[in-house]
Structure formats: structure tokens, C-alpha cells
């Protein structure tokens, strides 16, 4: 199978990943997790989506908090992948797509990794392969085996200069090794012959040289998701564009873009100040939502990296929290400005209204969800937070009719309506209708006995009828 890139994907495909790269820019990652989920399971072999896929996985996973729910994640996980390395060789698409599920729910998961890896392999989706491998080789950078097949996953993807620094990188691990010669050896062959089909094309492409730079920069100039090394290119092409012609802001944010994918917030920073030096800079709604999403990317990032190496350091807890704290404030005012700036986007007030509702301001977060449930879209989640403001207000019969409204529109039995179910017998409890409460445990149990506490719910009840 082919690795494919966006362009050729079809009409549907496309303007389903334009919803999913809009969705990230104004702070909705988990709607983008959703998005290239779905796209990922009919094209397993698009990595310009796996890659935005990690990306918001990434952003999601620095939001969480730790404890319990991170926990009983990983359980979760370990369940779920066992039945993905079972249909590996028979289903590689379907395994790579469960492991997709477990790095939803920790994208550090090493276990996950490979298993996408070993399906990407199994369906020569070679560069799928390496991107993954190399997130595993970051977790575990002196690990021999690992790093081996990194470096044959490189050979294979074509991307011979990195695969010489990894093959180097196993020399100085186990120098004088046979294995490792080998592996040199592959390398360097490999590495050879992609310059020599360089050489042996070399004068025709002199010839052509200002004709083919001239339409890469067009191609470039159309596609909105790319590789590193196209981002590069593009990045450059958008840096003479904007020495030619200093008044265009549109070349600004383009590449202030570039950056914020690439998470170089330096960089980004550096020409997002030289933007808003323009005339009427600061009147420009798009500009002014990057430097949000600027400010915001960039303490996740913070928060991502600090919780990574948690581990290591003792004091690293009151940091985290402290950091966190400050990540939510910042999202609040931020949120608040995009909401003001651009009032009918409901997917902005349906996040601005989980950023107040997690800040316990409850009134103001009931206020956003009345109207994100315009949107069709967002409709049920609008209902089930609408109820959880309600619950926080103890207006439990309120909640109820939010919840029961949001269970109707469920038909799959997934988690959310797990958590739908498990809020609505919550309500019941509260208003003392125990009976209505158990039914609503029971279709959980009967779905999913270690949902939760709904095990240990069910049996007090045939306990104490």
C-alpha cells in the first residue's frame, strides 16, 4: 500500500481534514483527535493526518490532569491492545487503528507506538513506520533494539542522512559490533545510491532548475499540511516573499503557521511581532487569534515537556499544578477574546464554556453551552456539560432533562454514553429514585462490567434488594 498524501485524497477526505486543522487552530483538539480518527481508518497510509492526529493528541494529553483518571487509562489501554497485536497479520489497518485509540488516551504509550509501526511495516507504509518508531526512540534513546529498527525503517523510507546518524548512534552503543557494521553498511549503501541517482540526473536538472523551483514553490504555496522538509521550503519561499513585498500581513501568518506546527514558538513569536508592527495590524481578527493560539501552544508545550520528565524530578508535582493553574487562566482570557472577536463560532464557546465550568465559574459556562448547542455538531456535549453545570448548582431535576435529552441522540454504546448513563443515574440518586438510577447502572453493566464503579453498584443492589 502506497503512503498518500493529502492531494490525493478525495473532495470529502480534504474538506473533512480542513474541519480537523480548524478545529486545532482555535483550541478544539479533542474534535480533531475525533476528525483524523475517522480519516485514519479509511487512509491509514496519510501520514499528513497521523501526524496532526499527534499533534492534538498531544495538546489533549497535556490538558489532563494526572492521579486516578491517568491511571486507569493505561489499564485500559493494556486491554485494548492486547486484541490489536491479535489481528496484526491478518487486520494491520484495524491494529494500526487500535493503537491509535490507545495513544488517545496516553500518547506516550510506547506499546501503542509499535503496534502502529508493526502494522505500517506489514502494509510498507515505510515513513508511517519511521515516524512512529522515532517518538518510541525519543522515550528510550539508548535502546539498542529500538534504535535498530528505526534506523532499517529509515533505509526504507528513503531517508538515508537520518538513517546514517542513527546507524552512528549504534556504533558508539556497541562499538566494533559485526551487527552493527551491518547496519552501517546498509546505510551507507542506501545513502549512496540516493546520490547517485542525484548525479546521474544532475545536468538535466541544472537545466531545469529555475523552472522546477519555480513550481515547487507553487505547490508548496497550495498545500496546507506538510512534511518537515517541505515545511522548510515553504518557510523559506514565505521569507523572500515577505522581504519582496513587507506590507502583506497574509505572508506573516502563513509562515507564523508554519512555525506553530512545526513548535517553533521562537520563531513564530519573532515574526508575529513583526506583523503586528504593520499599519492596522491589530485590527485583524485572524492575526490576533494566532498570537492567542501562540500564547497558548506554547505553555502546553511547557506543561507537556514538565510532565514527561515527571518522573525524574521529586519537586516537579507543585510545579505541574502551579503551571496547570496557569494554563487554564491563560485559556480563559484568550477563549474570551475569540468569543468576542467572532460571537457565532459555536465551537469556540463550547471550549471557552469548558474552560469556565472547570474554573467553577458555572453561570458563565451554562450561558456558552445554550448557544454552542446551536451547533449540530456540538448539540449532545453541549446537553451532557449543560447538565454537569447544573449538577455543580445542584439543580439535579434540571440536569436530568439536559441528560436525558443527550442519551436519546446516542445510538452507539461508546464511552460517551457510558458517561451520559453514569451522570443520569447520578441525577437519579440525587432525587432519591433509586429504581430509575439502577436501570440506568444496569445498561452500563450489561455493556461493560468494569465501567467505573458500576460493578460494585449493581451487586449492593441485589445485596440489599
Known amino acids: 500500500m502506497p503512503e498518500k498524501l493529502e492531494n490525493e485524497l478525495s473532495e470529502r477526505d480534504r474538506k473533512k481534514l480542513e474541519s ?37 493528541q498531544r495538546r489533549v494529553n497535556a490538558e489532563r490532569k494526572g492521579g486516578v483518571g491517568r491511571l486507569i487509562g493505561r489499564l485500559l489501554n493494556y486491554c485494548v491492545l492486547l486484541p490489536g497485536y491479535a489481528v496484526l497479520k491478518r487486520q494491520p489497518a484495524r491494529a ?37 518508531l522515532e517518538s518510541v526512540c525519543d522515550r528510550y534513546p539508548e535502546n539498542f533494539a529500538k534504535l535498530e529498527r528505526y534506523c532499517e525503517s529509515l533505509i526504507k523510507a528513503g531517508s538515508t542522512e537520518k538513517a546514517l546518524k542513527v546507524a552512528e548512534k549504534l556504533n558508539q552503543l556497541k562499538p566494533g559490533s559485526g551487527q552493527v557494521q551491518e547496519i552501517v553498511k546498509s546505510a551507507s549503501v542506501a545513502h549512496s545510491i540516493n546520490k547517485g541517482k542525484w548525479a546521474d540526473s544532475e545536468e538535466d536538472f541544472r537545466s531545469k532548475l529555475k523552472d522546477k523551483e519555480e513550481s515547487d514553490s507553487l505547490e508548496r504555496a497550495n498545500r496546507v499540511v506538510v512534511d518537515d522538509g517541505s515545511s522548510e521550503l515553504r518557510a523559506r519561499d514565505l521569507i523572500e516573499s515577505i522581504h519582496r513585498d513587507p506590507q502583506n500581513v497574509d505572508n506573516y501568518k502563513l509562515l507564523v503557521r508554519i512555525y506553530l506546527r512545526q513548535e517553533k514558538y521562537d520563531d513564530a513569536l519573532v515574526w508575529l511581532e513583526k506583523a503586528f508592527a504593520l499599519p492596522d495590524a491589530e485590527n485583524d481578527a485572524p492575526l490576533r487569534q494566532l498570537r492567542s493560539e501562540l500564547r497558548v501552544s506554547r505553555v502546553e508545550r511547557e506543561l507537556f515537556e514538565l510532565k514527561r520528565s515527571s518522573n525524574l524530578e521529586a519537586d516537579s508535582g507543585n510545579r505541574i499544578e502551579k503551571l496547570e493553574t496557569e494554563l487554564l487562566e491563560l485559556k480563559l482570557d484568550e477563549s474570551r477574546k475569540l468569543v468576542e472577536q467572532f460571537p457565532n463560532d459555536y465551537s469556540q464557546r463550547f471550549k471557552y464554556g469548558s474552560y469556565l465550568l472547570e474554573s467553577g465559574d458555572v453561570d458563565a459556562g451554562i450561558q456558552q453551552f445554550q448557544i454552542s448547542q446551536r451547533s449540530p455538531s456540538l448539540r449532545l456535549k453541549s446537553l451532557v456539560l449543560l447538565g454537569r453545570c447544573f449538577m455543580e448548582k445542584r439543580l439535579f431535576d434540571l440536569a436530568l432533562e439536559q441528560l436525558q435529552h443527550a442519551v436519546e441522540g446516542i445510538n452507539v454504546m461508546d464511552d460517551f454514553k457510558k458517561e451520559v448513563l453514569y451522570l443520569l443515574a447520578e441525577c437519579y440518586e440525587k432525587l432519591e429514585r433509586p429504581k430509575e438510577a439502577i436501570e440506568q447502572f444496569k445498561a452500563i453493566y450489561s455493556n461493560d462490567i468494569g465501567y467505573r464503579d458500576v460493578a460494585e453498584k449493581i451487586d449492593a443492589f441485589y445485596r440489599n434488594p
Do not use: W
Open 20 to 56: 480537523a486543522k480548524l478545529a486545532i487552530t482555535r483550541g478544539n483538539s479533542e474534535y480533531t483527535v475525533e476528525l483524523c480518527s475517522e480519516l485514519l481508518e479509511d487512509q491509514p497510509g496519510c501520514l499528513e493526518v497521523r501526524k496532526l492526529l499527534r499533534r492534538a
Open 96 to 132: 494500526m487503528a487500535i493503537g491509535e485509540v490507545a495513544l488517545s488516551r496516553d500518547v506516550y504509550n510506547i506499546k501503542g507506538l509499535s503496534l502502529i509501526a508493526r502494522g505500517a511495516s506489514l502494509l510498507e507504509l515505510h515513513e508511517t513506520e519511521a515516524f512512529c
